[in-house]
C-alpha cells in the first residue's frame, strides 16, 4: 500500500481523530474559543489533504483511483476498500470546503455543550467523505446511515422549539426508507453469489455486472428499494416533509450541512448505484420518477411562495431545487448533459442554498426570530449582509455568470433533448420552475433586505436598537463561497470536462439500451431495401412543403 | 476567421474592471465620490474601443477586413463545453461576434451610456447610494455589451438575465419605498416569463441544429429557407452537418423556435401581453429609466430578432405574428401615454409604443428596425434626461398638470426636450420621422406587393403604426406645452435633494456637507431653476444633435459620411446577408406616400396640442366632457395589471396555500398515520397482557386446542 492510498484513509479519519480527541477531559476544552479553533484545525486539515488529493488526481481518467482497501469480513466478501472517481472528489471538495466554514459559522451560534456540539460535526464530517470514497457498497451504506446519527443529535439538542420531533421524525423517515434499500443491496449481492458459486462480494462495480444480468422485473425491484432510500434523501415529492422541519428545527450548521451535503448522498447514490445497476428498470421508471421531479419542482416552488419563515422557504426551495438534479440523472442524451449538469447542481446548490442557511442564520443569531413579517429593510441596517443576501439569492435563482445557471441549464437541457427516457414534455414545465424560483425568492428579498426598515423587537434590547452588520469572522465565512461562485459559473469547464468520462461510464448501460432501442424502431419503419442508405429526404421533402420564405 | 486587432474582445471587461472600482468605493466612504467618474471612464474606454474596431469588422462601409465572409469572431475564453464539439457536443463561448449589427448596437450602448452616466454623476450627487448606482450601472454596460456581442445563444441569454438583474436592482435603488420594491419585483417576474419561453428556444434550436452559435445557426437557416438554391459563401462542414440534422427532425420543431424566442423578446422589450412590468419601472431614478428602460436594455428584443431573423422565418407566421404584436402594442401604449399624467409615465408608455414600431421593423426585415432603435435611443434617452432634470428642479415632482410655463425657469431643459420631442412626434426631417417612416414604408410595401405570404398582417401593423403616429404627435406635445408653455407655475414635490443622513449612514458628515457645498442648486429655497452644465446639460447636447440630423445622416450622408450608410451597414449584416430591399418605382412611391401622411400627421398631432395644451386649454375639458367613459379606461390603463392580478397572480398564490395546507396535512399527516401504525397494533395488543392469570390460562388453552387442530387436520390430509 503506496502512501497515496493512505491519503484518502487520512482524509476520513482525520476529522474523527479530532473529534475523539475534542472528548478527552481536560481545562484546555473548557472554552469555546479552543474548542471552535480545534476543529477548525481538524475540518482544515481534512481540506488540505483533499486538496492534495485533488492536485495529485489524474482527471483525465475515468476510473477509480488511489484505491486501497482493508479486508473486513473476507469470508462474506466485505472489506473496507475505498477509491475516487471524479464525481466523487467534487463532491468531496464541496464538503471539505464548507466544513471549516461551517465551523467558523457556528462560533456564536449556541451557548453550552459545545464539545458534543463541535464532536458531532466532526464525525458527521468522517460519515461524509467515507460515503464518498467508499467502493465497497456495505462500507457506503454504513456511512450513509451514520450519518444520521450525529445529525439527529445535532438536531435533537441544539435545535429549536420542535427539536425532538424533528430528530425523530427525520431520523425514522430516512431510516425507514434505506433498510429497502439496503434490502436491495443484499438481493443484488446474493444474485452475485448465486451466479457466482456461492462466493460474496459486495464490491461496487462487480456487482454492476451481476445487478445488469437481472431479469427486468428484478432490476424493478432493487431500483424501487434503491429509490426508497435515495429518494427520501434527495428529497423526491412526496417524500420531503421530513426536510422543511428537519431545517426549520437543526442549527444553522445542521441546516448547512442538511442542505449542503446530506441531501446529495440521496443523487449521488442514485448516479452511482440505480443508473450503472439496473439500466432496464431505470428506462421503464425515467418518466415516473421525471414527473416527480417536475412535480416537486413546481409544487415546493409554490410552497415556498406562501412561507412566512425565512428558513423554511429556503428549505422548500431545496425540494424544488433538488427536482432538476433528479430530472438531469435521467435524461440520458447523448453527450450526458443533464447527469453532468445535474453533479454540478450538486455543487452548486451546496454552495448557494448552504450560503443563504449561513446568512439566515446571522439574522437569527441577531434577532431570535426568523418570522418575515416580523422584520424589513435589513439591507439598510445591514448592508454587508444585504449584498451577501442578494448575491446568493441571484446564484440560487439561476442568474447566468453564477454558478447556479450552469447546473440548471444543464440539466434542463439534457431532459430537454433526452431523447427516450424523457424530453420537452418534462423539461418545459420544470423549465417554469425558473419563473417560480424568481417568484418565491424575490418575494424573499423584497420582505426581508428591502422595504422600509424594520427590525424586530429583540428581548433585552431597547426598541431603537440596532443590529450591527457582519463582522470579520462573518465575512470570512461568505466571501471564500461567493468567489467560488463567481469562479464556477464563469468557469465551468473543468468540473464539466473532468466529469464527462466517468458520467459516461455510469449511463452507459443504460444509454447502449436505448441506442439499440432506437436502432430497432428505427429498422422496424425503415423497409430493408434502403436501410444501407437511410436517406433523409422524405423528411425534407415535408419540412420543405411546410416552410415558405417569408421574403 | 478572427479579428486582427485583439484589444475588441475586451469591450466588455472595461466596464467589468469599472464594476470592481466602483464596488470598492462602495465600501470606503472617502472613495465614494470616484464611482461616478470610473464608470463614466469605463463605458467611454468601451466606446472608444468599439470606434477602433468599426474599421476592421468585415461588412462595415469602408472595411479594411479582407473580404472573406461577412463577420469575425473574436475568442476570449471556454465557458461551456461538453462533448466533442465535432459530433454534436454542446459548446458556447465567450467568443464575440462582430459583424456590423453589433457595431452599431455597440454604439447605441456604449456612447449613450457614456453620456447618460455623464448625466447621472450630477443627477445622482449626493445620494447616499452614488457609489452603488455607479456599480449596477456598470454592470449594467457589461451585461449588455455581453448581449449584443456573444457569438452564440447562451452569451446572448447571459447578457439578457444580466440585463434583468441590473435592471431589478436599479429599479429598486431606493430601496426603502415599497413601490420601488414592488417594481424591481414585478420587472424581474415579467422578465422570466418571457426568458422561459427563450431558454426553451435554446433548447430546441440546440435540438434541431445541434449547435447555438451564430456562425452555425443562422447560414444553417438562411441554407434551409434557401431551399438548397445557390448560396454565395460556401457552408462549413458545421453548417452542413446542422442543416442535415434539422432536416432529420420533424418539421414542427423548427416552426416552434421562433415563437419560443419571441416571447424572451417581448418580455424584455415590453410587447403585449408582458408590458406591464415597463411603466413600473419608472420607480428607478431616471437616468436609469434613460439609459436601461429606454435606450438599451428593452431594446434587446428588438436586437435578438434582428440578430435572428433568418431563424425566424423558419415559420412563415413568425413574423406576421410580431409585426401585428408591434402594431398592436404600439396602439395599446400610445392611447395610455394620451391620458397619462404622469411626466415618466407618458415617456415610458410611449417607450412601450416606440418598441412596437421596432418590432414592425425588424418583422419585415426592414432597415428601419434597427435603425428606429438606434434614433429611439438618442431621443428617447434626450426625453427621459431632460424629465430628470425638471423632476430634479422640482423636488421629485412629476405630477405634469401641477407644471406650467416651465420654459422661464428652465429654457435649457425646455428647448433640449423640444428637440427630443420633436424626433419622438415624427415632425419632418427630425431623426424619429426617417427612421419611423422607413419602417412603416416596408410595412406597407410588403403588405401590399402581395408575393409574400400573410401580407395582410404586414398591411394592418403597418396602418396601425401611421395611426399611431399621429397620436404619438399628439401625447407628446401635451406633454410639452403643459409644462413649459402658458403662464408659469408649478409644485414642488417631497424630495430633499438628499435623503436624510442618520447614523446608519455610511458617508460621513464631511462628505455629506461637501457635497451640499460642491452643489448648491439642490436646495429648492427658490423654486425650480436650471440643471448646471457640467456634467448635466452638457451630454444632453449630443443627444439634441442627434435626434434632429441623426436620420439625415444616417440616410444622406450630409457630406460627413457615405451615403445610405445606415442601410449598407445592416444589409452587410450576417443576417441581412440572403436578402436584397427591393427597389422600384411602384415602392419608391409607396414610401413617399407613407412618409406624407405620417409627417402630415405629426404635423397635425402637434397642432392639435398646440390648441388643446398651450393656446385654449380651457377646451380641453369641453372636448373630454363626452367621451368620459372611454377617457377612463385609459386612465384605468385597460386595467391589465387588475386582470392579471386577479387572473394569475392571486389564483396561483391561493393555490399555493392550497399546496402547503395539503403539504402540512395531507402529506405530513399519511407519513405521521404510517408511524401511527404500529402504536395502533401495540395498543390492539395490549389488554391480553393485563396481568390476570386466569386470561392467560384461556389464552394458553385456546392456543394449544388450535395447535392441535391443525396438527390432526394436516395428519388426515397425509
Known amino acids: ?257 442538511l442542505a449542503g451535503v446530506l441531501l446529495k448522498l440521496g443523487t449521488y447514490g442514485i448516479l452511482r448505484f440505480a443508473l450503472p445497476m439496473t439500466p432496464e428498470a431505470i428506462i421503464a421508471f425515467a418518466p415516473y420518477v421525471g414527473s416527480l421531479a417536475v412535480a416537486g419542482v413546481l409544487y415546493a416552488a409554490l410552497v415556498c411562495w406562501v412561507q412566512t419563515d425565512v428558513k423554511k422557504l429556503i428549505a422548500y426551495s431545496s425540494v ?205 419503419t425503415t423497409p430493408a431495401h434502403v436501410e444501407a442508405d437511410i436517406s433523409l429526404e422524405p423528411q425534407a421533402k415535408a419540412w420543405e412543403s411546410k416552410v415558405l420564405i417569408a421574403n | 476567421m478572427t479579428l486582427d486587432f485583439d484589444y475588441a474582445k475586451f469591450i466588455p471587461w472595461f466596464p467589468a474592471i469599472g464594476v470592481i472600482i466602483c464596488f470598492i468605493c462602495c465600501m470606503k466612504p472617502a472613495l465614494r465620490k470616484l464611482a461616478g467618474p470610473a464608470c463614466v471612464l469605463s463605458i467611454l474606454a468601451s466606446f472608444i474601443a468599439a470606434c477602433m474596431a468599426y474599421s476592421y469588422v468585415p461588412g462595415v462601409p469602408g472595411s479594411t477586413a479582407a473580404g472573406e465572409g461577412n463577420f469575425a469572431i473574436s475568442h476570449l475564453f471556454n465557458w461551456i463545453n461538453i462533448g466533442d464539439p465535432e459530433k454534436g457536443g454542446f459548446v458556447a463561448n465567450f467568443s464575440y461576434f462582430f459583424d456590423p449589427l453589433t457595431m452599431i448596437m455597440l454604439f447605441v450602448v456604449t456612447g449613450i451610456g457614456t453620456l447618460i452616466a455623464t448625466y447621472a454623476m450630477g443627477y445622482m450627487h449626493g445620494e447616499r447610494g452614488y457609489a452603488r448606482f455607479f456599480a449596477g450601472v456598470a454592470l449594467f454596460i457589461f451585461s449588455m455589451t455581453n448581449l449584443v456581442m456573444g457569438d452564440n445563444l447562451l452569451v446572448l441569454y447571459l447578457g439578457w438575465e444580466g440585463v434583468g438583474i441590473c435592471s431589478y436592482l436599479l429599479i429598486g435603488y431606493y430601496y426603502d419605498k415599497p413601490i420601488a420594491v414592488e417594481a424591481a419585483k414585478k420587472a424581474f417576474i415579467v422578465n422570466r416569463i418571457g426568458d422561459l419561453g427563450f431558454a426553451l428556444g435554446i433548447f430546441l434550436t440546440y435540438m434541431t441544429f445541434g449547435s447555438i452559435e451564430y456562425k452555425v445557426i443562422i447560414p444553417a437557416a438562411q441554407e434551409l429557407l434557401a431551399h438548397g438554391a445557390e448560396h454565395a459563401v460556401a457552408l462549413t462542414p458545421a453548417v452542413k452537418a446542422a442543416v442535415a440534422q434539422a432536416h432529420s427532425v420533424s418539421p414542427s420543431y423548427l416552426a416552434w423556435i421562433p415563437f419560443l424566442l419571441m416571447l424572451g423578446a417581448f418580455g424584455k422589450s415590453a410587447q403585449l401581453p408582458l408590458f406591464v412590468w415597463l411603466p413600473d419601472a419608472m420607480a428607478g431614478p431616471t437616468p436609469v429609466s434613460a439609459l436601461v428602460h429606454a435606450a438599451t436594455m428593452v431594446t434587446s428584443g428588438v436586437y435578438m430578432i434582428a440578430r435572428l431573423t433568418p431563424i425566424f422565418q423558419l415559420s412563415e407566421y413568425a413574423l406576421p405574428v410580431v409585426a401585428v404584436i408591434g402594431g398592436i402594442t404600439c396602439l395599446f401604449a400610445g392611447t395610455i401615454a394620451l391620458t397619462n399624467n404622469d411626466l415618466k409615465g407618458v415617456f415610458a408608455y410611449s417607450t412601450v409604443s416606440q418598441l412596437g414600431y421596432m418590432f414592425i421593423g425588424v418583422a419585415v426585415i426592414s432597415v428601419g428596425g434597427v435603425f428606429h432603435l438606434t434614433t429611439h435611443a438618442f431621443f428617447k434617452a434626450l426625453l427621459f434626461l431632460t424629465a430628470g432634470s425638471v423632476m430634479h428642479a422640482l423636488a421629485g415632482n412629476l405630477d405634469i398638470r401641477t407644471m406650467s410655463g416651465m420654459r422661464k425657469k428652465m429654457p435649457v431643459t425646455c428647448w433640449l426636450m423640444f428637440f427630443g420631442c420633436l424626433a419622438l412626434a415624427g415632425f419632418p426631417f427630425t431623426a424619429g420621422y426617417y427612421s419611423k417612416d422607413l419602417l412603416l414604408g416596408d410595412a406597407i410595401v410588403k403588405g401590399t406587393i402581395g408575393n409574400v405570404p400573410h401580407a395582410n398582417w404586414y398591411l394592418v401593423a403597418g396602418i396601425l403604426g401611421i395611426i399611431t403616429a399621429f397620436i404619438t404627435a399628439f401625447y407628446t406635445f401635451r406633454l410639452w406645452f403643459k409644462v413649459f408653455m402658458g403662464p408659469t407655475s408649478w409644485e414642488m414635490g417631497t424630495d430633499e435633494g438628499h435623503e436624510p443622513v442618520d447614523d446608519m449612514e455610511v458617508i460621513t458628515d464631511a462628505v455629506a456637507k461637501e457635497a451640499e457645498e460642491a452643489d448648491p442648486h439642490h436646495t429648492h429655497h427658490h423654486g425650480p431653476h ?189
Not at chain 1, 48 to 77: C, H, K, R, T, Y
Not at chain 1, 115 to 120: A, G, S, V
Not at chain 1, 351 to 374: D, N, P, Q, V, W
Not at chain 1, 421 to 441: C, E, H, N, S, V
Open chain 1, 1 to 257: 500500500m503506496t502512501l497515496e492510498t493512505l491519503l484518502i484513509p487520512a482524509m476520513v479519519l482525520v476529522p474523527a481523530i479530532f473529534a475523539f480527541v475534542l472528548l478527552i477531559p481536560g481545562k484546555v476544552f473548557d472554552f469555546k474559543k479552543n474548542i471552535v479553533a480545534f476543529s477548525f484545525v481538524g475540518t482544515l486539515f481534512s481540506f488540505i489533504i483533499s486538496l492534495f488529493i485533488a492536485f495529485n488526481f489524474n482527471w483525465g481518467e475515468p476510473v477509480m483511483q488511489m484505491q486501497g482497501a482493508i479486508p473486513w469480513v473476507p469470508d462474506f466478501g466485505l472489506t473496507f476498500s475505498w477509491g475516487i472517481d471524479s464525481i466523487s472528489l467534487w463532491l468531496i471538495l464541496l464538503t471539505t470546503f464548507l466544513m471549516p466554514l461551517i465551523i467558523i459559522g457556528s462560533y456564536s451560534s449556541f451557548e453550552g455543550r459545545e464539545r458534543e456540539f463541535f464532536f458531532w460535526m466532526l464525525v458527521l464530517e468522517t460519515a461524509m467523505i467515507g460515503t464518498f470514497v467508499a467502493t465497497d457498497i456495505i462500507f457506503f451504506y454504513i456511512c450513509f446511515e451514520f450519518t444520521l446519527v450525529p445529525l439527529f443529535f445535532l438536531i435533537g439538542v441544539f435545535g429549536g422549539e420542535n427539536r425532538l420531533k424533528a430528530a425523530r421524525i427525520f431520523f425514522l423517515y430516512t431510516f425507514t426508507g434505506s433498510m429497502l434499500t439496503f434490502a436491495a443491496i443484499l438481493f443484488v449481492a446474493w444474485t452475485y453469489s448465486t451466479t457466482h458459486a456461492g462466493v460474496w462480494t459486495f464490491q461496487i462495480t462487480e456487482l454492476y455486472a451481476a445487478a445488469q444480468s437481472m431479469p427486468l422485473h428484478h432490476q424493478g425491484l432493487v431500483l424501487a428499494g434503491l429509490l426508497a432510500g435515495f429518494a427520501v434523501k434527495v428529497p423526491l415529492f412526496p417524500v420531503h416533509t421530513w426536510l422543511p422541519l428537519a431545517h426549520t428545527e437543526a442549527p444553522t450548521a445542521g441546516s448547512v450541512i
Open chain 1, 320 to 524: 424544488s431545487h433538488l427536482g432538476f438534479c433528479v430530472l438531469g440523472l435521467f435524461s440520458f442524451d447523448s453527450n450526458n448533459m443533464g447527469s453532468i449538469g445535474a453533479v454540478m447542481y450538486m455543487v452548486n446548490h451546496g454552495l448557494s442554498t448552504g450560503a443563504l442557511f449561513l446568512c439566515i442564520g446571522m439574522i437569527y443569531e441577531r434577532f431570535h426570530t426568523r418570522e418575515m413579517a416580523k422584520m424589513s429593510g435589513l439591507g439598510r441596517a445591514m448592508p454587508i449582509w444585504g449584498f451577501f443576501m442578494v448575491f446568493f439569492t441571484a446564484s440560487s435563482v439561476g442568474l447566468p455568470g453564477l454558478n447556479g445557471f450552469v447546473g440548471e441549464f444543464l440539466t434542463l437541457i439534457g431532459s430537454f433533448v433526452s431523447p427516450y427516457t424523457l424530453g420537452w414534455q418534462f423539461a418545459a414545465p420544470a423549465a417554469a420552475g425558473m419563473i417560480f424560483a424568481a417568484i418565491y425568492l424575490f418575494y424573499m428579498l423584497g420582505k426581508v433586505v428591502w422595504g422600509p426598515l424594520k427590525i424586530p423587537h429583540v428581548h433585552g434590547h431597547t426598541a431603537d436598537w440596532k443590529p450591527s452588520d457582519l463582522n470579520a469572522r462573518e465575512i470570512s465565512i461568505l466571501v471564500p463561497i461567493a468567489i467560488v461562485c463567481v469562479w464556477l459559473g464563469f468557469n465551468p469547464n473543468p468540473l464539466l470536462n473532468s466529469l464527462e468520462k466517468p458520467i459516461a461510464q455510469l449511463s452507459a448501460p443504460t444509454n447502449s439500451i436505448i441506442d439499440a432501442q432506437k436502432e430497432a424502431t428505427l429498422k422496424a
Open chain 2, 530 to 718: 436650471e440643471m448646471p452644465m457640467w456634467p448635466m446639460n452638457l451630454p444632453l447636447i449630443p443627444l439634441a444633435l442627434g435626434a434632429a440630423v441623426l436620420g439625415m445622416i444616417a440616410v444622406g450622408g450630409l457630406g460627413l459620411i457615405a451615403p445610405k450608410w445606415i442601410e449598407s451597414m445592416l444589409f452587410n449584416s450576417t443576417q441581412f446577408a440572403a436578402f436584397h430591399p427591393e427597389h422600384s418605382a411602384a415602392t419608391d412611391a409607396t414610401h413617399h406616400t407613407v412618409e406624407f401622411i405620417s409627417g402630415s400627421l405629426a404635423v397635425l398631432g402637434i397642432a392639435l396640442a398646440f390648441v388643446f395644451h398651450c393656446w385654449k386649454r380651457e377646451w380641453v375639458a369641453v372636448v373630454c366632457k363626452p367621451i368620459k367613459p372611454a377617457i377612463n379606461i385609459l386612465v384605468g390603463k385597460y386595467y391589465v395589471d387588475e386582470l392579471y392580478e386577479l387572473l394569475i397572480r392571486r389564483p396561483l398564490h391561493t393555490f399555493g396555500r392550497v399546496l402547503f395546507v395539503f403539504d402540512d396535512y395531507v402529506l405530513a399527516g399519511l407519513v405521521n398515520f404510517a408511524s401511527f401504525i404500529p402504536r395502533l397494533a401495540g395498543w390492539a395488543a395490549r389488554p391480553t397482557q393485563n396481568g390476570v392469570l386466569q386470561k392467560y390460562g384461556v389464552g394458553m388453552g385456546l392456543g394449544l386446542a388450535i395447535t392441535l387442530l391443525i396438527v390432526f387436520y394436516a395428519w388426515l390430509a397425509a
